[in-house]
T-cell receptor, first 113, second 109 residues
């Protein structure tokens, strides 16, 4: 089945540690996105990529980094510079055409130890 | 600034009808999406409106008025499995998606 796979489902980070969240899709979608979801707030865009080897900062990119070396993969690293990383992280993808809806992975819940 | 407003929480009875409203103020408009999200799960796409009027999909319908910056999602014959959050998102003139905080819908027997 085609879809978006995020791993792990739950992740714990120690203070000062970098962690990487995985996002893989086999939908052959060009565009991929990372969002952060906090209680009582809308989804906030961290980074997005329209094509391999290219990505742009979203609204809250500080403290995060990404790479897009392959079409299928868009990993997100939460660095120690992100002071409030506890949140639910969602990865999404969509075909290149603008009117298409985004498809989401099941999310990774990150907590601080 | 750009913002999307939705009620935080709504309660309805199984078998009834509920309307979830969404008002938006964005820099331009290129379509409005509704998603359903069960707790701890991925949002799933429900509907897309770009022209004024009503789009119907089974028990779910979505309405758009661009002049009023307003949309609603109508859910009929409510079932317990419809208990979820419903997210409204607008694509602005830069094709950026602006998300509302979501409306948590509680269905009671």
């Amino acid at each position: 089945d085609g879809g978006i796979t995020q791993s792990p489902k739950y992740l714990f980070r120690k203070e000062g540690q970098n962690v990487t969240l995985s996002c893989e899709q086999n939908l052959n979608h060009d565009a991929m996105y990372w969002y952060r979801q906090d209680p009582g707030q809308g989804l906030r865009l961290i980074y997005y990529s329209q094509i391999v080897n290219d990505f742009q900062k979203g609204d809250i990119a500080e403290g995060y980094s990404v790479s897009r070396e392959k079409k299928e993969s868009f990993p997100l690293t939460v660095t120690s510079a992100q002071k409030n990383p506890t949140a639910f992280y969602l990865c999404a993808s969509k075909p290149g055409r603008e009117i298409q809806p985004q498809h989401f992975g099941d999310g990774t819940r990150l907590s601080i130890l | 600034g750009q913002n999307i407003d939705q009620p935080t929480e709504m309660t309805a009875t199984e078998g009834a009808i509920v309307q979830i409203n969404c008002t938006y103020q964005t820099s331009g408009f290129n379509g409005l999406f509704w998603y359903q999200q069960h707790a701890g799960e991925a949002p799933t796409f429900l509907s897309y409106n770009v022209l004024d009027g009503l789009e119907e999909k089974g028990r779910f319908s979505s309405f758009l008025s661009r002049s009023k910056g307003y949309s609603y999602l109508l859910l009929k014959e409510l079932q317990m499995k419809d208990s979820a959050s419903y997210l409204c998102a607008v694509k602005n003139s830069n094709y950026q998606l602006i998300w509302g905080a979501g409306t948590k819908l509680i269905i009671k027997p």
